[in-house]
Structures are given as C-alpha cells and as structure tokens.
C-alpha cells in the first residue's frame, strides 16, 4: 500500500479487488478505454486477476499486460482456473498425481504442485486447448471407470472467443471438452471456474481477504457477477465485454452493486 496516498483516498466499502480481464481490461491486444488509467488508481488496493483461461500460465498473462500498457503485475496475483485447479487439487491431496487433458499452459500449472502419472492418476483433469482425442478419451476412461480416478473440469464455458491460427474463432471451452468423458463414464466432474466458487475461493486466499470485503468487476452477469454474488462478493459490471450498455440482466440474478458501462464510469462512481 502507497502510504503517502492513503489520506487522499476516497473511502470505499471493500478492502480488495478481484477482476476479469478479457472484455474487461482488453479486448485481445487492445486496451479497453480507460482500463490503464482505472488500474493506475487501484495500485494501492490490493487486487487479483481472476480467468476463467486455464491455456495460459500467470507468467505469460502477466507479459501480454505488460505489453500492452499495464503495470506488469506479480504473477502470484494471476489467478487463472489452471492455477486455481491446481492449488485446489493440492489441498485435496498433496502430491497429488493427474492426467490431464489440454494445452501446455494447464500441465504446468499441474506440475507446480502435483505429478503426471497417466497409470496412477487420482485426478483426471479436463481444460482448455488441444489433446483431446481417441487415445487421450481412452486413458482417462480407463482412469475413472477402472482405477476410481475423480474427474475435473478447469472451467464450465462451453466455449471461448479466442485468436486461433492467426484469425478471430470460437473454440470449444473445457465445458465442451470434458462432455465426452462425462458420457463415457457417466461422472460428473468438480469445476473450478467462474461462476463456480473454488476459482473465487482460492482468490480470496491469495488476498487473505473475506468475501464481503471484496469487489468483483466482470463483464459477463451470467459467470463473474452471479459466480461472485452467490459468495457475497460485492460486485461491479462493466457492459465492455460480452454484455452491451443497456442489454437486460438475465432474470435469475439481482442486479450487481454497480452497473456501468465502463471503468471510467467505475471510476467516477467510485470516487477514485
Ligand atoms: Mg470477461
């Protein structure tokens, strides 16, 4: 905390910051107007990147910020689900002992804290990214069914806008992904993503902060918000992601703490 600031601060009713990013902060390698500048003035919060993303590792988030404008954050404060799914595994079983199935970024978030063992799986982790197929479908089938491994889910998106190949596409989310695992062993898995609650659990450990104590600020009502709510997050929409300025909410949320149609709004609402 900048104690120099601390007098001239406007006083608000939450102590720390969790925020989206994609929709939030940029929109792929472009700055959301007024994101640098609203960044700027919660240095002094304590605050943490949460994604729903589990393809890339914090360290690579963290250079894709810097690169584009921002204050390149510590990576411990970059909470992607790959993260999150591994420090939640940990918890579960120390040394824990995974299958996995998804891009580079996941098995090394796995590999911070657990072992890849395609014979002695506990967990059978599904994410984003590629490396589903015949033979990756049938190692974790046999996992699950023969051996009681326990099936989990990085993120419930049943897709992501994303650059693929060069050019804008839709690609299958983890939520698409873990389906075929879901039908061939008729498990359920445990998901760790927005709008579930263990990727906002192990945020507000890293922030050792209590849920009400915190603001949550997304662009999507259906994941970030309604997610966050259902802990007692306070929380924050910005209509530049997903959601356009005057778009109804679904009908099975209330309405978030600020609805804005931007940061600069936020920050004027805010009083930063
Ligand atoms: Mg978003």
Request: hydrophobic share 40%; proline share 6%; with cysteine.
């Amino acid at each position: 905390m900048n104690q120099n600031n601390c007098l001239s601060q406007a006083i608000l009713p939450f102590s720390a910051i969790l925020l989206d990013m994609d929709g939030v902060l940029f929109h792929g390698m472009n700055p959301i107007d007024g994101a640098i500048d609203f960044m700027r003035s919660i240095e002094h919060i304590p605050h943490v990147f949460v994604t729903n993303n589990p393809v890339r590792l914090p360290e690579s988030v963290a250079d894709k910020l810097a690169e584009i404008g921002f204050k390149r954050p510590d990576e411990k404060h970059i909470i992607t689900s790959g993260e999150a799914t591994a420090a939640w595994l940990a918890q579960q079983k120390p040394d824990f002992r995974f299958f996995a199935i998804g891009a580079g970024g996941l098995h090394q978030s796995l590999q911070k804290y657990g072992y890849e063992d395609k014979d002695n799986a506990d967990y059978v982790v599904v994410g984003e990214g590629e490396g589903l197929d015949y033979a990756s479908l049938t190692t974790a089938i046999n996992l699950i069914i023969k051996q009681g491994a326990q099936l989990i889910c990085t993120n419930p998106d049943t897709s992501v806008d994303a650059f693929y190949r060069g050019k804008h596409a839709i690609l299958p989310g983890a939520g698409a992904l873990v389906a075929p695992l879901v039908i061939a062993t008729g498990k359920q898995p445990v998901t760790i993503g927005k709008p579930r609650p263990l990727l906002y659990e192990i945020a507000l450990q890293e922030l050792q902060a209590q849920a009400d104590t915190c603001l949550m600020i997304g662009d999507r009502p259906d994941t970030d918000i309604l997610g966050a709510q259902q802990l007692g997050i306070q929380t924050a929409l910005v209509r530049t992601g997903r959601f356009a300025p005057g778009e109804k909410l679904p009908d099975n949320m209330s309405a978030p703490d600020w609805d804005v149609d931007n940061l600069i709004q936020l920050r004027k609402s805010l009083g930063l």
